[in-house]
């Protein structure tokens, strides 16, 4: 039997669409799995209710499928379904990581990287990377179709879920098809700007390089709102707002010392656009961990 914890993520990052993804610190999901015949699933935890557990419509059965490793598997969710939070994603890091460990298949770290992302295509048509990379690896990632680059970063989150689902899929389909030459360059230049910012876990610069003209304001309509917990979220001190992954968790970058009170004025805010929500403070962190085999 292998037991991993395995961390949500927040993905794109504002400038970084479908490329950039960081590790948080919590909430996470663990999977436990055992040998079998054949392979079954049983959910738990928050929403799972939610949550098929026929292996032809969770992630984690197309990582069984890519390493053929059938198992009984357990997945206890820690990360709410539909969050923006790579919750999929999370169950499908922990899956890759867990069976490789049970099966002795030796593939490392990044080389399950490909593997978990065949679960995300299960869910949102798409096998997107940038949830599972940092599941995996931890710290800031950047993944393109070459491959992952994972650097360490401390840098202090505030990840504000409200009550309300909004799935990746749906959230894809407002995504726009082109783009301008000035939004093309300004993306870049923030995401240049956030990149660098990693690399020196600075948080006014990774906040500063946030912004994204492109992807952002299509997603944060569907996020009741939003303007207003942004501003909240600014007023007590993030460096930087955006939409967490597809939504509709809402992520700050803030400074030490100021997570409490971006993570309460969020909430005012949701509160006072009435939607329930809850607040993680929450850091760039670790990837999977095996907790027991
Ligand atoms: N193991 C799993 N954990 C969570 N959701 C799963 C799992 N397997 C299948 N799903 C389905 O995936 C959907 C949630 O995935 P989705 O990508 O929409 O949300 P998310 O992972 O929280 O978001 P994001 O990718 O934006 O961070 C739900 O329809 C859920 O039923
Ligand atoms: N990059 C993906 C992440 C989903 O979590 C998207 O934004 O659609």
């Known amino acids: 039997m292998v037991t991993v914890r395995a961390p949500a993520t927040s993905a794109n990052l504002g400038s970084g669409f479908d490329v950039f993804g960081a ?25 799972a209710q939610y949550i098929p ?7 984690v059965g197309a990582v069984v499928e890519a390493l053929d490793a059938p198992a009984r598997i357990h997945i206890d969710k820690g990360v709410r379904p539909a969050s923006g939070l790579g919750s999929s994603a999370a169950s499908a890091a922990g899956a890759a990581v867990a069976l490789n460990r049970l099966y002795d298949r030796g593939l490392s770290r990044s080389e399950l990287v490909p593997i978990a992302a065949e679960g995300e295509a299960v869910v949102s048509g798409v096998a997107h990377s940038d ?16 491959g992952t680059h994972a650097v360490d970063a401390s840098i202090p989150l505030v990840v504000c879920l409200p009550d309300v689902a909004v799935s990746t ?30 690399c020196r876990s600075d948080p006014d610069l990774v906040g500063a390089g946030m912004s ?12 009741t709102g939003y303007d207003e917990v942004c501003d909240a979220a600014f007023d007590a001190g993030a460096t930087g707002v955006t ?12 400074r030490d010392g100021r997570r409490r009170g971006v993570a309460a ?18 850091r760039i962190g670790r990837g999977a961990t095996v907790l027991e085999e």
């Open 23 to 47: 590790a948080l610190t919590r909430p996470a999901d663990v999977v436990t799995v055992e040998k079998a015949a054949e392979t079954t699933i049983e959910v738990t935890g928050v929403g």
């Open 131 to 146: 949830n599972v990379a940092p599941s995996i690896l931890g710290g800031f990632t950047v993944t393109t179709s070459e």
């Open 212 to 223: 994204d003209p492109v992807v952002t304001p299509e997603r944060a309509r569907l996020i």
């Open 53 to 59: 557990e026929d292996p032809e419509k969770n992630t």
């Open 169 to 198: 899929r749906d959230a894809r389909r407002v995504v726009p098809e082109t783009a301008s030459m000035e939004d093309l360059v300004e993306t870049v230049g923030n995401a240049a700007t956030l990149a660098v910012g990693m």
């Open 265 to 282: 004025a969020m909430l005012d805010a949701f509160s006072e656009a009435g939607i329930d929500a809850r607040a993680y403070q929450s």
């Open 243 to 254: 939409v967490s992954g597809a939504g509709p968790a809402v992520l700050a970058v803030c």
